[in-house]
């Protein structure tokens, strides 16, 4: 089984700070992937960035990154340099290798606001 | 590259009626995914299709839910009779095979409303 838990509903963020989301996992797959989402007020999710679990460095794609902490289980999304167009819910979300967990599993989210 | 299509974008039904969804995925994308969002929630997996097969349903409601691919394409996810709880957003969402870290792309979702 798999399991993402996201531990804040909302953040409020100043306009051009950098912002952390938090993301811990448990699964008993040796490989994985984790994923982040964004789902604007418009309802889609939009895939923002990868991090596979061999994966040595952590990823990072434009303004965001990914701090990876295989020990702790822990994948939270940086944000740097807020943008207005930041607003809306993020999503963590993991991927197994292992069958029966070859689909994604998602966290309940946490709402950014960011805030001019 | 026409992303994955779903319709009616919103949907509203009374009670014990009735319901289907349609999806259209990425040309080329074997895999198809139904996935359930609650208010508040993150999206929970209903079905997946690897290509016409259904792979994975343990989390789909049988005695009410239906759901087919036809041709290993287009899928259609049917809920009958529908429950107020039943409503969500039902997202589709696909990802072509072998490709581990490709973020699956998904549908603009429909969003029911059971009254």
């Known amino acids: 089984a798999q399991k993402i838990t996201q531990t804040q509903p909302g953040m409020f963020v100043q306009e051009k700070e950098a912002v952390t989301l938090d993301c811990t996992y448990d699964?008993?797959?040796?490989?994985?992937?984790l994923f982040w989402y964004k789902q604007p007020s418009s309802g889609e999710m939009i895939f923002l960035i990868y991090?596979?679990?061999?994966?040595?460095q952590n990823a990072t794609e434009g303004r965001y990154s990914l701090n990876f902490q295989k020990a702790r289980k822990s994948a939270n999304l940086v944000i740097s340099a807020s943008q207005l167009g930041d607003s809306a819910m993020y999503f963590c979300?993991?991927?197994?290798?292992?069958?029966?967990?070859?689909?994604?599993?998602f966290g309940t989210g946490t709402r950014l606001t960011i805030i001019p | 590259e026409a992303g994955v299509v779903q319709s009616p974008r919103y949907k509203i039904i009374e009670k014990k009626q009735p319901v289907a969804f349609w999806c259209n995925p990425i040309?080329?994308?074997?895999?198809l995914y139904w996935y359930r969002q609650n208010l508040g929630q993150g999206p929970e997996l209903l079905i997946r299709?690897?290509?016409?097969?259904?792979?994975?349903d343990s989390q789909l409601p049988k005695d009410r839910f239906s759901a087919e691919r036809l041709k290993g394409v287009d899928s259609t996810l049917k809920i009958q009779p529908a429950e107020l709880g039943d409503s969500a957003v039902y997202l589709c969402?696909?990802?072509?095979?072998?490709?581990?870290?490709?973020?699956?792309?998904f549908g603009s979702g429909t969003r029911l409303t059971v009254v």
């Open positions: 979300a993991m991927r197994g290798f292992n069958f029966g967990n070859e689909k994604l599993t």
């Open positions: 969402a696909s990802s072509p095979p072998g490709v581990i870290g490709y973020g699956y792309t």
């Open positions: 699964t008993s797959d040796q490989s994985y992937g």
């Open positions: 040309s080329g994308h074997n895999t």
């Open positions: 299709y690897e290509n016409e097969e259904a792979v994975d």
């Open positions: 991090q596979g679990s061999y994966d040595e």
